[in-house]
Structure formats: structure tokens, C-alpha cells
């Protein structure tokens, strides 16, 4: 009974320190979303050139971060035309680069590991991208393409093709500051919570049991930690085959990224970890729906040759810099509730949220949670319904492209 209750204070002093800054980066990712529309995003993607590449790791930068939609997106702007390379390194970005994990790595963890991830993403799509130049075949290409073809449902389908960008014009600020502008961040902000309840929940059950459950000696062991030498090589290695048995993905694999860290595992091996979240068994069952078994195989083995790439790149340079923290200051937060900044941002974030969630209800939220499931590319044009509150008559809803 002890040993229960000390993993729930654990869950409960981590979902309580990283609240507000979850619904900060949510809420920046929304902002960029809510003036990006998805039907540009096809037309950038249409080669594997660095130039491609870059603008495909920059729109995924401001998409989704929950990986189940990330895979469906890429999987429909493969079948639209985009170039294969470019919607896989679409894929990364938009689970890897993105500003809420980003912030969450920060507070959890320290700014070197946000510093780590956001360095070592472009290393992993240049890696994959020259292994995709020189391995990948036209045959295992063109099978994919006509398994993809064949429009089979993996997960968060119709949260994937939900275009739910501002629809009028003008620029940027005028977008973002209309009635329309806060209608869609509130909608991209709250389907973006329920696309990484899930797996955030998982997640810090998954740490906060490990971490009261499994004693530090067993990762001592397991990640090396008494040789510095080994323990660098092995963390890359092991790191991914960690996260694809953990069945957490996105921004829920953080809070056992810490627990792993506070355990031993290198500061490479924490990065490779993190990537992984693209590799995770239920996400690899759902690319062999996508695009066939042999493609769901050579995806498992690039992505992996990739992540481990990225990790050492990362070990290297940040070691040689002298920029990996001091393991031994590793903690896992332990606080619970009490009056300090953590609180003070969390109550102000927390009401900040609840103007977002009461603005998503009277706007048609309700209907776009009902068609999170939905089908492949959305199957035809929707519009969710509004209210027309604070100006929005004349907002044309948000559209499941084809």
C-alpha cells in the first residue's frame, strides 16, 4: 500500500509541475496552427532536397505533437502527392520539434535537454533522408504507395485531416486577434489535448510506478552507469528499444524519460529515447496498415539507425562542449501542491485554459471531438458548426480536406 501511494505522489507532484507549462506550449502550437493551413503543406513537400527538407522539419514544427495523428498526416500527404522523405521528415518534427516539448523537457529535465532535442531532430531527418537516398527501392516505394492507396484507418484519423486554420484573410495579427482567430486556437488547442490525454496519462502512470516500483540499482545496472565509456555507447543503443516496449508516444514519454536519466542512462541515450516515440509497437502496427509489413520493417530499422545517430551526434558535441548536466542532480519531482511560482502559473494557465475550453464548446467542439476517429483524409469536406460568437458569423468552419 505504501509503495501505491508513493507512486500516486509522484504522478501527482509531476502532472502538478509541468501543468502550466503543457498549456503554454499547447497553447503557442495553437496559435501557429490556427494561421497555417494544411492544404499549403502538399505543394512544399514535393522532393527530398535539403531545401524540401527543411520546409517540411519547419511545417511539422507547427503541427500536431501527438505522433498517432502525425503518422496519418504524413500517410495522407504521401497519398496526395508529397514526396515520401519529406512526409516521414514531416512525421519528426511534428512529434520531436514542437514547442511543448520542448518547454516540458526545460522544466522536467533542464534546458540542455531541450537544447539536445531540437539539435539532434535535423541530425536524425539528414540521417534518414541519405539512408532513404540509398536504400530505399522503387519496388518497396511503390508498394507502399499502393498500400497507402487503399485508405485503411490507423488512429486519430479525423483529427489529422481537420484543417482548423483561420479561413479568412488579411495578415497574420489580423488573423490571429479576430473573432475567427480565437474560435480556431481554442479548437486546435483543446483537440490537441485530447489527441495527448491519452498517452500524457499513461505515460505519468508508467514513470511515477517505475520510478516508485523499480529501484535505481537495477538501471545502475542495466544503463552502465559505472562505466562512463560503455555507458555511452549503450545508451543510444537501448534507449529506443526502451521506448518502442513502453507503448508511450509524444509528449507522454517525457516523464519516464526523468525517470530513466535519474537511473543512468547517458544523456544520448535519453535523446535517442525521446525520438523513438515514432517506434512504439501500436504506432508500428499502424504504419503496416498504412503502407504494407515490408515497409513497416524498413521504417523500424531506418528510424532506429537514425535515432542511434542522432544520440551519439548529440553525446558527442554536447559532451565535448560541456554542456551535459550533472546526472547526480537528477530528480524527479516530489514537491506535490504548495504556494510557489509552479502554483502561481498553473492557476493563471489553468483559467487561460478553461476561456479556451468554454470558447471550443459553443463553437462546435463537441462535433469535432465526435469526429476525432474519423476516416482517412477526413472521406469528404465537414465543417463544424459555430455560433457566431465574438464575430464569428462569417467564419466558414474548419475543414476535413480531401
Known sequence: MHALTHALALIGSMTWEITWALILGFLLSAIVQAVVRKETVVRRLGDDRPRTLAVAAGLGMASSSCSYAAVALARSLFRKGANFTAAMAFAIASTNLVVELGVILALLMGWQFTLAEFAGGPVMIVVLAVLFRF??????????????????????????????????????????????????????????????????????LIAGAIAAWVPDSFWSHFFFSGHPLASKIWGPLVGPLVAVVSFVCSIGNVPLAVVLWKGGISFGGVVAFIFADLLILPILAIYRRYYGTRMALYLLGTFYVAMVVAGYAVELVFGGLGLVPDQQRARVPMEGVSWNYTTAL?????????????????????????????????????????NGHGGNAGHDGHAMHQ
Open 346 to 386: 498553473n492557476i493563471v494557465f489553468l483559467a487561460l485554459a478553461a476561456v479556451l475550453v468554454v470558447r471550443f464548446l459553443r463553437t462546435g467542439g463537441r462535433q469535432m471531438l465526435a469526429m476525432m476517429g474519423g476516416e482517412p483524409d477526413g472521406g469528404r469536406d465537414e465543417h463544424a458548426g459555430h
Open 135 to 204: 536504400t530505399l527501392r522503387e519496388r518497396l516505394l511503390r508498394g507502399a504507395r499502393e498500400q497507402a492507396d487503399r485508405g485503411l484507418a490507423g488512429s486519430m484519423e479525423g483529427h489529422a485531416a481537420m484543417d482548423m486554420s483561420v479561413r479568412r484573410g488579411g495578415s497574420f495579427r489580423q488573423r490571429l486577434f479576430s473573432g475567427d482567430g480565437l474560435t480556431s486556437v481554442s479548437h486546435v488547442f483543446v483537440m490537441e489535448w485530447a489527441a495527448i490525454l491519452r498517452d500524457l496519462v499513461i505515460g505519468l
